[in-house]
């Protein structure tokens, strides 16, 4: 299959917001994961401060990524993986889209969230926990046109803790970077 950069997500607002939100929580020894990792941009901003490990499932964004030098597993959210990271990093599509619009090639994946805008995001917080380190934290990118309070919702009842760290409003939508850690049991 020869490579289409036109079947690549591009870096947007989103994409700067996660990648200035993931530069401030990062530390050094950090093991990071980036689930769909797209054109790799945050990736490989981030490899020079610690080990970063990719995953995506459309072949044209792994290429892409490949060639910034970032390490990609070809594979939807979190299967191939097998070890736990520190720092987990999403920028899910999470465009509410009705099954008329959708459009049938892999660009599609980067921005199709169901009907509702949450159907990948509810996917990746049910099984987070398998890869995320016992201290571990997540940072998750969501949109005002995916209900951020039913995501928040969603996330604590699965176990979980979740807190805006970044903001930014745009044009048609506010683009929020939530932070997402394990509840830590009572005593």
């Known amino acids: 299959m020869p490579f289409d950069p036109c079947q690549v997500y591009s870096p947007e607002a989103d994409t700067f917001l996660l990648a200035r939100a993931a530069q401030a929580e990062v530390k050094a020894g950090d093991r990071v994961l980036e689930v769909?990792?797209?054109?790799?941009y945050i990736a490989a901003e981030l490899v020079r401060i610690c080990d970063v490990v990719a995953t995506d499932i459309n072949p044209h964004a792994a290429l892409c990524a490949r060639e910034r030098g970032v390490d990609v597993l070809r594979g939807d959210l979190f299967s191939g993986i097998r070890s736990t990271f520190d720092l987990i990093l999403f920028n899910p599509p999470y465009l509410p889209t009705q099954p008329a619009e959708r459009i049938d090639d892999w660009l599609e994946y980067a921005l199709d969230g169901g009907e509702c805008g949450r159907a990948v995001?509810?996917?990746f917080v049910a099984d987070v926990v398998r890869v995320l380190a016992p201290d571990g934290r997540c940072l998750l990118l969501i949109s005002s046109l995916t209900g951020p309070g039913e995501v928040c919702e969603h996330i604590s009842r699965?176990?979980?803790t979740s807190e805006v760290v970044m903001q930014e409003a745009l044009e048609d939508e506010i683009l929020y970077?939530?932070?997402?850690?394990k509840m830590k049991k009572r005593v």
């Open 121 to 123: 995001i509810e996917r």
């Open 36 to 40: 769909g990792t797209g054109s790799g």
């Open 177 to 181: 970077v939530l932070r997402i850690k």
């Open 158 to 160: 699965r176990g979980f």
